[in-house]
């Protein structure tokens, strides 16, 4: 089980950056607030947008394990390439459990080696990005017969997705004829209504449902991002039975025995009380590195508000960041440590590589390089991250660890229900709404003006009006 | 050449949130600042730690590429795979130059379609990552006798990158003997003291050169950058070039003709009077997104500080982070636009995608997308990004926006040069060291202390102590 040691966080670390230890204390007014929130959330729990809660288990899991089972069955077998379409909450999820469950050179592997087909996640409009993937699978290529796309958007009508799913529809009737074009296509989408639903039916594309009530940012263990895990050979049924078993923990009362409410309880009060504003996640390990790009949305795009439940301007949020250990102790850390104390730091750390650990040979010969030989990299590693958390403590920067006991479906399952739990619990500390998002409304209906959507003309108007030109360029 | 457009940054834009237009005019304070800041800089160009200064002119410009090529023409036409040793200020130039001048797939190309070998840059000691990039070169591996080491490291003692060095010699020496291995590393280290160099001498290695008086984060357009650009088939007399066509723009003592000037004083101003103390750096685009990992360390171990040159407690820097358009609208901008006020945004767009923009095709019909049809990735791209921008605006959060005409090697070279150039004003305005790392050295021999390095015993017990298992565990 993932395990979360925080004394870091503490005055008794940190002087007057930390929390008392008595003010987490049983007894203290967190703890309270955790029983009256755990006991809120219980009474939310599987309903309006807290329908998440229930993917781990029946009947949604069953439903959606069923669903992907007979279609990964199917297609896995003569699948050399899987490209997903989405963006946001329709990729970042897939992306951090493809990165965290294998290997990191999994795309350059033969196909004897790997688990599963080669992935690629075109997650952004960039041309030169998007020709470049379409260039890996062109119609030439042996590989084009065995690639498959996945297509992730609810409406259908997110601009990104839409206009890579419309050059990817083009390029399959041109190589395969409109009627087997359907056949390289599972769209991810809404189960009843909507304009992707639509084309889906028309078309007859293999389905799988976004379920109701499910957020992207909360959708990882949905279809969303269990489809592609399953493609590429992750252990989904590993991973729902982690993400219950850290469900089960984070609906405990007290607090002390709540890791989620612990979490939430330490970054929302830091962040509050003593101007911790930064979430720094580091792991210490790159396979977990993308679990912090996943967390970045989650905590960003969830407690990111202008206003609170009774509708006043708070402002309220933090700022999550990556980094990665030990590479960021040569990039970051001298303004983690020197710099404004405006961080609270979540460092991430692996207890055992097991297997793929790597000795440090012996035979250099060179005395300042000495105490390196016959160790390994994995508790080199170890030694590092040590070693920073000490030296964060020293420069009084608060930090906790989260301790993955080793790296596979389970954990990572656990990891992200933690997060996903924590997140409903600062949600409610902060008193907004952690399940909607307000402020991607302008960009998009900006885009439809500057685009030349129907309807939108105003848009163009207005963001040339206030982005008008002038003399202040160099 | 690039642009810089900041009108986004003004109060007639952003309100209370941005810097009075009159503020940075001719004859402000800003403005005498920058001539006397131009002057102090033009004083030390080229001394002490300023020498990066003079990389992109002769002579030392003539000696670097003098060595590089002739290597780089005996060892390119046989490497099929380049791997990088390095960390810090010897990874993140190469990773930067790699991933935006060449394909976003480079190392999945056929060897035909690729200008140079397949690169990989090891810039951690996760055993599990090091162990995947490995075995792509196992002995038994046809590409392994056409694989070349490149270990980047000043003083050979850099934990990280002596363990690799250690693992990768001993491999090699395993395969090919102790004499032929030698063929298969080059070293980029101190030409004349240190560690690496009597390795280098002993075994003889390849070597070229870390200039004296560059530091590593000042270092990218040093051989430490350049070789592994120049194996994979960079201009590299490109990105010089536009390295020193932007050097002499920002020599310019007039501040509207001075774009690191500029840059650095609004960024600066935002952060110490309008409390903008996390600068957002946001690429549309694939390929420069990695430019913001490297200016990432410059911004943030340059000017993150605790004390002034004075000696006095000051706590300085800034917080850069990364995030990518329009990948990240989907994920932070709802934090950016309503969390609290405390960032400045720095886009960077491209101009032009030439041949590699993509057309989104007609013909799917549904009239919520139709707007789409026919237009291009790159026009979409384009669109979102100023649709973002109008966002900010419209939010009272200031940004500006970098604009590359098109991406290429002397663009890439402007845009290094802006930002090292940029660095040094800043430096000079928060009156701090922009050349030092102190707190680095506490991790370096806490780690020493943990891994049984002779004479750091003191070490283990001090972090033993400071960090003794408490009950503050869940």
Redesign the interface.
């Known amino acids: 089980m993932l395990?979360?040691?925080?004394?870091?966080?503490?005055s008794e670390?940190v002087g007057e950056h930390g929390l008392e230890?008595a003010s987490v204390a049983p007894g203290s007014p967190s703890a309270l607030d955790c029983a009256r929130m755990t006991a809120s959330l219980e009474s939310t729990r599987g309903r309006g947008w807290e329908r998440w809660r229930l993917l781990p288990f029946d009947p949604m899991r069953a439903e959606h394990v069923g669903a992907i089972r007979p279609l990964v069955q199917r297609l896995r077998p003569a699948c050399e390439n899987l490209i997903v379409l989405g963006?946001?909450?329709s990729?970042?999820g897939n992306i951090a459990l493809q990165a965290s469950l294998n290997?990191?050179?999994h795309?350059?592997?033969p196909a004897a080696e790997r688990p599963g087909p080669?992935m690629f996640v075109v997650?952004?409009?960039?041309?030169?990005?998007?020709?470049?993937?379409?260039?890996?699978v062109k119609k030439s290529d042996p590989t084009f017969q065995k690639t498959v796309f996945n297509v992730v958007s609810k409406s259908?009508?997110?601009?990104?997705t839409?206009?890579q799913f419309?050059?990817v529809?083009?390029t399959l009737?041109e190589a395969l004829g409109r009627e087997k074009h359907a056949q390289r296509i599972v769209a991810i989408t809404d189960p009843a209504k909507g304009?992707m639903r639509?084309?889906c039916d028309d078309a007859g594309y293999a389905t799988l449902p976004v379920p109701d009530g499910v957020g992207?940012r909360f959708s990882v263990l949905s279809p969303v991002g269990l489809f592609s895990a399953a493609m590429c050979g992750v252990d989904i049924d590993g991973l729902l039975d982690g993400a219950a078993e850290m469900d089960a923990r984070c609906r405990e009362p007290e607090m002390?025995?709540?890791?989620a409410a612990?979490l939430a309880t330490l970054l929302v009060r830091l962040g509050r009380e003593k101007g911790k504003?930064?979430h720094v996640m580091m792991p210490?390990?790159?396979?977990l590195y993308l679990l912090a790009?996943w967390f970045?949305?989650l905590w960003?795009?969830s407690?990111?508000?202008?206003v609170d439940q009774q509708g006043k301007e708070v402002?309220?949020?933090?700022?999550p960041?990556k980094a990665?250990?030990?590479?960021d102790?040569?990039?970051?850390?001298?303004?983690?440590?020197?710099?404004?104390?405006?961080?609270a730091f979540v460092l991430v750390d692996v207890q055992d590589?097991g297997a793929?650990?790597?000795p440090?040979?012996r035979?250099?010969g060179?005395d300042?390089?000495a105490?390196?030989?016959g160790?390994?990299?994995?508790?080199?590693?170890n030694?590092?991250k040590?070693?920073?958390?000490?030296?964060l403590?020293?420069?009084r920067r608060p930090n906790l660890t989260i301790t993955f006991p080793k790296?596979d479906a389970r954990h990572v399952g656990q990891f992200i229900a933690l997060w996903e739990v924590a997140t409903s619990y600062a949600g409610l500390m902060l008193n907004i709404d952690a399940y909607d998002?307000?402020?991607?409304e302008?960009?998009?209906v900006?885009?439809?003006?500057?685009?030349?959507?129907?309807g939108y003309e105003e848009w163009r108007q207005?963001?040339d009006r206030?982005?008008a030109e002038?003399g202040?360029?160099?």
Request: proline share 3%.
């Open positions: 395990s979360i040691h925080y004394a870091n966080c503490l670390r230890g963006i946001g909450g990729a970042l290997s990191t050179v795309n350059l592997l080669r997650d952004n409009v960039d041309p030169a990005n998007l020709g470049a993937v379409m260039s890996l259908g009508e997110t601009a990104e839409a206009a419309m050059l529809r083009q009737i304009t639509k084309i992207g002390a025995k709540n890791p612990t504003t930064a210490y390990s790159n396979q790009d970045r949305q960003a795009e407690l990111g508000k202008r402002f309220a949020g933090f700022t960041i990665l250990g030990t590479t102790q040569h990039s970051q850390v001298q303004l983690y440590r020197e710099g404004p104390n405006d961080k590589f793929a650990d790597v440090i040979p035979g250099l060179v300042a390089v105490y390196l030989e160790s390994t990299f994995g508790r080199l590693l030694a590092e040590r070693a920073t958390e000490y030296a403590v020293e420069s790296i998002q307000p402020a991607v302008t960009g998009k900006a885009t439809f003006g500057l685009m030349g959507r129907k207005k963001v206030a982005l002038t202040y360029r160099v």
